[in-house]
């Protein structure tokens, strides 16, 4: 997969993880976006890295999605954890 694939497979797992984690995050949309970017990137070097999964080069594979959404709730969950109370 190119950069572009991981940018929009980080959009989606970003909503999903948003969907799965509903609130008010401090960043709102845009800092919601960057972190499933992230995570997606995280998501799946951990997979390659420690799970002995390598990224496949196709879109719709189940464990790189997987991957990548699990990345995304664990940053996020980190960025409310840090940064949680900065709207109140």
């Given at each position: 997969?190119?950069?572009?694939?991981?940018?929009?497979?980080?959009?989606?797992?970003?909503?999903?993880?948003?969907?799965?984690?509903?609130?008010?995050?401090?960043?709102?949309?845009i800092g919601t976006t960057l972190i499933g970017i992230a995570g997606a990137f995280i998501g799946g070097w951990?997979?390659?890295?420690?799970?002995?999964?390598?990224?496949?080069?196709?879109?719709?594979?189940?464990y790189t999605w997987g991957a990548a959404i699990a990345g995304s709730l664990v940053l996020l969950v980190g960025y409310r954890i840090l940064f949680g109370n900065s709207r109140d």
């Open positions: 997969m190119g950069i572009i694939s991981w940018i929009i497979l980080g959009l989606i797992a970003g909503g999903i993880a948003k969907i799965l984690l509903p609130g008010r995050d401090p960043g709102g949309l951990l997979s390659a890295r420690f799970f002995d999964r390598p990224v496949q080069k196709e879109f719709f594979d189940l």
